[in-house]
């Protein structure tokens, strides 16, 4: 005889498929019945009847085979249900294959087929917009073998001009320009920009024809020349002669200068009217301190009251030179005014410097102000 295992008694198991009946029934949708009516899941009381236990001859309990219909028609509404989900995603592929969606929009398409045909003569090729690169004169073959053969008014004029020149320097977009170079004419050199080597010396130095000197002291050759143009236009303007005092110092003799200076008045107020060795500009060969002159020379401090003075005021720029420690700018400068110190540096720049109304090299060329040391 066969023991009966409780766990499997037909009584354990129709309890257990009616309750997870009752459970599945709390979320499955509402299913038609035969005569077009929503049949209403079974409650729990119908669920415990006594004639849930099978009667002599039977196999299974009769409330199984009460709910075996509704059963069946419940599965058979999650397999409806499925295929609308799975109908509508056909639907709306394929109206986004054709269009895109409602709004019209085209999104769906690109995320749902993917990157676009391509075309039978290639993948396109997109067209981009050609952007022009800053232009550089370093560059320009032209500009980079003056630059190399040392003419400085060939590199200006390679530049489009002094004005180019200047605003190519001062941006940044030239950087094969030195301003630190002594040997050309746009040197600057200041409280911060000191020569390169100390003791440079310039290797073209010439006294300047028909000039008289005070002392015998040149100046680079071509500013040895501008000078004596400036002297000439200036006495044929009516306004006196114009001699000078001095020109070309060297790092030697700038020692003893500045220390004179030192020894008079300290090293503060040194500081404002002298360059220390190895910071002056008399070192280039390229400034010159002039004096008016009539039948004898006055003083440095005479200048900026005479007629040569006035005029060298309007008209140095002319002959490429310019007055570098102007009147109110030692705050940038480093030097209180020097109406007799005037700096050469080409005719081209000196127009572009004279033209734009600048006062000082620092600025004419973008570098910081140097006051002090």
Not at 22 to 35: F, I, N
Not at 100 to 122: F, L, M, N, R, Y
Request: glycine share 10%.
């Amino acid at each position: 005889m066969t023991r009966h295992d409780p766990e499997t008694s037909p009584r354990r198991a129709a309890r257990a498929e009616a309750e997870r009946l009752a459970t599945a029934a709390l979320t499955l949708p509402v299913v038609p019945g035969g005569d077009g009516s929503a049949a209403a899941p079974p409650t729990r009381r119908a669920l415990r009847r006594d004639d849930d236990a099978p009667e002599a001859g039977e196999s299974e309990p009769r409330g199984i085979r009460r709910l075996a219909p509704v059963l069946l028609r419940r599965r058979l509404a999650v397999v409806a249900a499925a295929a609308v989900v799975v109908a509508g995603c056909v639907v709306a592929i394929g109206a986004a294959a054709s269009g895109g969606g409602p709004d019209g929009s085209t999104d769906a398409v690109a995320q749902i087929a993917g990157p676009p045909a391509v075309a039978d003569d290639g993948i396109p090729v997109p067209q981009l917009a050609a952007v022009a690169a800053t232009a550089t004169p370093c560059d320009d073959p032209a500009f980079t073998s003056a630059l190399a053969a040392g003419d400085d008014a060939a590199v200006i004029d390679a530049a489009g001009g002094g004005q180019a020149f200047r605003a190519a320097v001062a941006s940044g977009i030239a950087p094969c320009v030195s301003l630190s170079d002594p040997n050309r004419e746009w040197l600057v050199v200041n409280k911060q920009r000191p020569y390169d080597p100390v003791d440079y010396q310039p290797g073209d130095l010439v006294m300047p024809a028909d000039v008289r000197a005070l002392e015998d002291s040149a100046l680079r050759a071509p500013a040895a020349r501008a000078l004596t143009s400036l002297v000439k236009a200036a006495s044929a303007a009516g306004v006196g002669e114009i001699g000078y005092l001095s020109a070309y110092r060297s790092y030697t003799t700038q020692k003893s200068t500045y220390a004179g200076r030192v020894a008079v008045g300290g090293v503060a107020e040194a500081d404002r009217e002298s360059a220390r060795p190895g910071f002056s500009e008399h070192q280039s060969g390229m400034a010159v301190d002039i004096v008016p002159c009539n039948g004898s020379c006055k003083t440095l401090d005479d200048v900026a009251a005479s007629p040569q003075g006035a005029w060298v005021r309007d008209h140095a720029w002319e002959f490429g030179f310019i007055t570098r420690y102007a009147e109110g700018r030692e705050s940038v400068s480093g030097y209180e005014p020097e109406a007799w110190h005037l700096r050469y540096i080409g005719p081209e720049l000196a127009r572009a410097y004279h033209e734009g109304g600048f006062t000082t090299l620092e600025e004419f060329f973008g570098l910081p102000a140097a006051p002090t040391y």
